[in-house]
């Protein structure tokens, strides 16, 4: 500031408050000394900034750095935000917060590294399970459509059979429903021990017979056996027992034939007897049916449906 200050040095006298606050009223005459105090205060004030001149430039040079500062980040800033900019932040530079620790990486680079390395494990795993046609290359949209072909062809085949299924139900529910197909006749085959004390049994002509039993429980079996056959052999001597559900016989449908072989001779009188009459049965707990042979002996059987 080059101009020259307008000196005043007599100090005057400072008005009071209530003149500052409500100023000259009409009439009034204004005190050469509170004049006085007015130009001597104005002439300090100027007298003060002239003096810090300096500070006033450096000032002014410290805000035209700020502006240009400010501008060339907001052009940097638009940069960065630009579709075209790259590399502006490296992945691997980016720290990512897990607070549920689902990572064990810490940066976005790696993280998806992660990410793309259990989903290809993922992926590779299922084409594994599902197998041909599904490889290890197949994207996952792929493996989903393998997938539910092989459902759709497991409904169609279960349907063929005459089980209600659709392709649209689970996975399991369809493996499930495959133990419901019936197959044919069902069999099944094991040993058994004849008792050692009789029991009374009757023939068909309703005679009454004392006779050994061989129990055989329904686990042993899985179903209600229309033919059984039992057999006990030893040397030079072998006992039968044949049993039919609903046999063609005018004398007793469920009757069973228990008989007697001498090196391949029959040696005792067949005998018929009734199979569905208490202590016999064949029902759903079983079959007990009798037998000539000699108690604690081991016996074969072999059931059909």
């Known amino acids: 500031m080059a101009e020259q200050l307008p000196v005043w040095n007599n100090p005057g006298i400072e008005p009071s408050?209530?003149?500052?606050?409500?100023?000259?009223?009409?009439?009034?005459?204004?005190?050469?000394?509170?004049?006085?105090?007015?130009?001597?205060?104005?002439?300090?004030?100027?007298?003060?900034?002239?003096?810090?001149?300096?500070?006033?430039?450096?000032?002014?040079?410290?805000?035209?750095?700020?502006?240009?500062?400010?501008?060339l980040n907001d052009e940097k800033f638009?940069?960065?935000?630009?579709?075209?900019?790259?590399?502006?932040?490296?992945?691997?530079?980016?720290?990512?917060?897990?607070?549920?620790?689902?990572?064990?990486?810490?940066?976005?680079?790696?993280?998806?590294?992660?990410?793309?390395?259990?989903?290809?494990?993922?992926?590779?795993?299922?084409?594994?399970?599902?197998?041909l046609p599904a490889t290890s290359s197949d994207t996952l949209e792929q493996l989903i459509t393998h997938i539910q072909n092989a459902k759709n062809t497991m409904a169609t085949n279960l349907t063929a059979k005459g089980i209600s299924a659709s392709g649209a139900e689970a996975l399991q529910a369809l493996a499930n429903k495959i133990a419901n197909v019936n197959t044919g006749k069902k069999w099944a085959s094991g040993t058994a021990t004849v008792s050692s004390n009789t029991e009374t049994v009757y023939y068909v002509s309703g005679s009454p017979a004392a006779k050994r039993t061989v129990t055989v429980p329904y686990s042993a079996i899985g179903f209600i056996p229309s033919t059984i056959i039992m057999r006990v052999k030893e040397p030079n001597i072998e006992y039968r027992t044949i049993y039919e559900a609903n046999e063609n016989d005018s004398l007793y449908p469920n009757a069973c034939k228990d008989s007697t072989y001498n090196n391949g001779q029959l040696t005792a009188s067949t005998f018929n007897i009734k199979a569905d009459v208490a202590p016999l049965y064949v029902n759903e707990n079983g079959f007990k049916l009798p037998t000539n042979a000699p108690g604690g002996l081991l016996v074969e059987w072999v059931a059909f449906e």
């Open 17 to 71: 408050t209530d003149l500052k606050v409500n100023g000259w009223q009409p009439g009034q005459k204004p005190s050469a000394q509170h004049f006085n105090w007015l130009f001597n205060r104005a002439y300090k004030c100027l007298e003060e900034l002239q003096g810090d001149s300096s500070k006033i430039t450096e000032l002014e040079q410290t805000l035209t750095e700020l502006e240009q500062t400010v501008t």
């Open 78 to 131: 638009n940069e960065h935000l630009a579709d075209t900019a790259t590399g502006a932040h490296k992945a691997k530079n980016i720290a990512v917060e897990d607070p549920d620790g689902l990572f064990t990486a810490s940066d976005v680079e790696d993280v998806l590294k992660e990410l793309f390395t259990n989903a290809d494990n993922a992926q590779k795993g299922i084409a594994s399970v599902v197998g």
